[in-house]
């Protein structure tokens, strides 16, 4: 169901792929609720990802850029802004990516080259697209940034790697930024901590199955879908959340606020019985 929750207002999404991303999910709901927007992703992205075709029956258009690159960012607030006859009134920041993890480095074995790649990607290019979009004074008042986050920037968690130092970076970035934007210009600047999610990134992610199998055991609510992430998202782009800003916002089932769940507890137990068992034998 739409509420128009965001008729009339102009964005830019960075990160669709394809139909599993949540950006791409995100580019859905936004349209329905009336937004209209800018997709975009690098070069070789669109290349591998199907973005033409959400851009085709989202009405609208597609803009590659490296989110890495200043000189990219800029051109794409300046044309995204040149289509829309304007400022902008949200973006969404779903980007991500570590070579370490890709390749099943171990955190005590990063390589160097990697991580640098991992913090540029991940978390330099949140702040290079904030700091973009305020000197070309892109985004209009009362305006919202959203990043997606995981709870690894807080815990650590087997086999994220670099990419949990990545999340805590971008997560800082959101606090400093958001106050000094929130200030001067009354933009809200805000991260998601979403679920492990089976997006495309997150398929590459090592042991994906059992961490889906053991956020959902231990969430009261079970895990927050890539759908219930746009849904979130277009909240956090509306008029109804204006004084939020600065803020890790969960999104995860209540899985942030557990210790252990019984669920959990039970699958334990009865693996622990089990090699008791096999002691004995």
Partial sequence: MAYNLLKGK??????????????????????????????????????????????????SIVIPADATSVKD???????????????????????GMSLNVRKGRNYDDVDYDYLVKTYDISALSFHKLLQTAKKMDAINEWGSVVALSYIAAQRTLFRYNDM???????????????????REKRVRINTISQSPTLTTAGSGVKGIDDLLD?????????????????????????????KVTMQNLYHDGGFSSMGMSERAMHTYSRSLNCDECRDQE
């Avoid at 949990?164 to 934007?181: H, M, N, V």
């Avoid at 053991?214 to 204006?242: H, I, K, W």
Wanted: charged share 20%; with cysteine; net charge negative.
């Fill in 10 to 59: 102009t964005g830019i999404i960075f990160g669709a792929l394809n139909n599993q991303s949540i950006a791409w999910k995100v580019a859905e709901r936004a349209y329905e609720e009336g937004a209209r927007f800018v997709l975009t992703n690098t070069p070789i992205a669109l290349r591998f990802g199907e973005l033409n075709e959400l851009a085709e029956r989202t009405g």
């Fill in 73 to 95: 960012l800029e051109m794409l607030i300046s044309k995204s802004m040149e289509y829309f006859g304007g400022k902008i009134d949200f973006i969404l920041h779903s980007i």
């Fill in 164 to 182: 949990a130092d990545a999340k805590a970076a971008l997560e800082s970035i959101a606090r400093s930024f958001g106050y000094i934007y929130g």
């Fill in 214 to 242: 053991y956020s959902e055991r231990m969430s009261p609510l079970g895990n927050a879908s890539a759908d219930e992430c746009a849904d979130y998202c277009v909240t956090l782009f509306s008029d109804l959340t204006r």
